[in-house]
């Protein structure tokens, strides 16, 4: 992959992970964000702050695992792997560690179908 082809799309995925910062539903270097490209994906890399994020920082990755460059993918790059292979309509991925999602997950509780999206996750309550 080349250096220069994606630096589009990797200038808007750490613009997502700034927004997230600001946002207030990520914190340090909890979270990743990805996005599909031609031959795999791009991902932030592994233990970088977001305000520090450079291009250097968003890992390019092909679909059987292997990366490249200098810094490792995020620790949950096979996630997103998972997902871009599953998914073929997926064009990109967030995950957080919001500060209150997270501490909800604690309770080990179930989330009662308040809001229609609750639905949309196939039951009648949705697994914390």
Not at 10 to 18: E, P, Q
Not at 44 to 54: I, K, L, N, Q, R
Not at 98 to 118: E, G, N, Q, V, W
Request: net charge neutral; with cysteine.
């Amino acid at each position: 992959m080349s250096k220069s082809k994606y630096a589009d799309l990797k200038k808007k995925v750490i613009s997502v992970c700034r927004q997230m910062n600001g946002l207030g539903i990520n914190q340090g270097t909890s979270g990743n964000v990805s996005a599909r490209t031609d031959e795999g994906f791009l991902i932030t890399a592994s233990g970088v702050p977001y305000d520090v994020m450079d291009l250097e920082h968003i890992v390019e990755m092909d679909l059987d695992g292997g990366y490249y460059g200098k810094y490792p993918p995020s620790t949950e790059w096979r996630m997103h792997q998972d997902i871009f292979k599953a998914r073929s309509e997926a064009g990109a991925i967030v995950h957080t560690h919001s500060i209150h999602a997270t501490a909800l997950s604690t309770l080990r509780k179930d989330i009662p179908p308040f809001h229609y999206m609750i639905g949309v996750t196939g039951g009648s309550s949705l697994r914390v």
